[in-house]
């Protein structure tokens, strides 16, 4: 019996980032196979957090995240987990952007809720809006950028530990402690009052 097309080397996801970011159509056409269903992962895992009447679906997510990752000139991800925190970087900003324009066009509107998980807030019925985790992780790489990266990472982009501490070349032992000095500062500074 063949062996799957995915445990085949040259259909890894590293080497499909670098055929299809060297001009290859078909290692790009395959790489979508195989990151889709992980990227449409993670837009369901944000969207679930998001109002129920939201105009942005999942799939629009992950096609707008993929066309602008994939469209950048000169893009090259060293590996899946490379290629996966810059999906989960454009992910958070799509959704800002999203939210940004939304509030925009409605003067005065509500804002654009999220719900953290609890492994970020103790809280599980805690809400803040997208743009306050937003504006609280850009204040927060001000003051650390490695830890604000590890939330990115970590939160929006499901990278284990293991993952955070390839992409951002630190020690596992790090990212952990990292993460969880961000997340109590994080847990205070949105629980601030406006």
Do not use: C
Request: proline letters at 3%; zero cysteines; aromatic letters at 6%.
């Amino acid at each position: 019996m063949e062996k799957p097309a995915s445990t085949h080397p040259e259909h890894s996801i590293s080497h499909l980032l670098f055929e299809a970011s060297h001009g290859n159509r078909d290692a790009e056409a395959l790489l979508m196979t195989q990151v889709y269903a992980e990227l449409r992962r993670l837009a369901r895992k944000y969207m679930r957090a998001e109002r129920v009447n939201h105009t942005l679906q999942p799939t629009a997510l992950v096609n707008e995240a993929y066309l602008r990752l994939m469209g950048e000139p000169g893009a090259s991800w060293e590996d899946r987990a490379h290629f996966f925190a810059a999906a989960a970087q454009l992910m958070r900003h799509i959704l800002v952007d999203h939210a940004r324009a939304r509030i925009a066009s409605k003067r005065g509107g509500v804002q654009h809720q999220v719900t953290l998980d609890e492994a970020l807030l103790s809280a599980e019925d805690r809400s803040i809006d997208v743009l306050a985790l937003h504006e609280a992780l850009e204040k927060l790489a001000k003051l650390d950028e490695r830890q604000a990266r590890v939330v990115e990472l970590h939160f929006f982009g499901g990278l284990t530990f293991g993952e955070i501490a390839y992409v951002l070349d630190a020690a596992e032992r790090t990212v952990k402690r990292d993460w969880s000095m961000a997340r109590a500062w994080l847990k205070l500074e949105l629980s601030k009052e406006p």
